[in-house]
């Protein structure tokens, strides 16, 4: 059984940072992609960023280039930084653990182990 457990959200003005991290433990050995995903009130769950066990990422396209995703094998954490935060970044953050493609993660496949959400706000 895995367990994914996700810290450092909170509430931030526009324009602030703040990073997020995901601590996975348990067997993780059937997961190749980890990511994260968000969902604010009223609206579906929608793909954030993810990172294969090779490194490479994926980004959705109201994240690019404002928003990073990287991993430390060694201490089993998976983080994102966010930067330059918006009024329409606020959501829930989800972490996620998948066997699949970020394709389909991108697509808002969802699918595999969940962590228990992170709240981040940011204000106007």
């Known amino acids: 059984q895995v367990q994914l457990v996700e810290s450092g959200g909170g509430l931030v003005q526009a324009g602030g940072s703040l990073r997020l991290s995901c601590v996975v433990s348990g067997s993780t050995l059937r997961f190749n992609l980890m990511g994260w995903y968000r969902q604010a009130p009223g609206k579906q769950r929608e793909p954030v960023a993810f990172i294969s066990s090779s490194g490479s990422t994926d980004y959705a396209d109201s994240v690019k280039g404002r928003f990073t995703i990287s991993r430390d094998n060694a201490k089993n954490t998976v983080y994102l930084q966010l930067n330059s935060l918006k009024p329409d970044d606020t959501a829930v953050y989800y972490c996620?653990?998948?066997?699949?493609?970020?394709?389909?993660?991108?697509?808002?496949?969802?699918?595999?182990?969940w962590g228990q959400g992170t709240q981040v706000t940011v204000s106007s």
């Open positions: 996620n653990a998948r066997y699949g493609n970020a394709r389909d993660a991108l697509r808002g496949v969802l699918t595999g182990a």
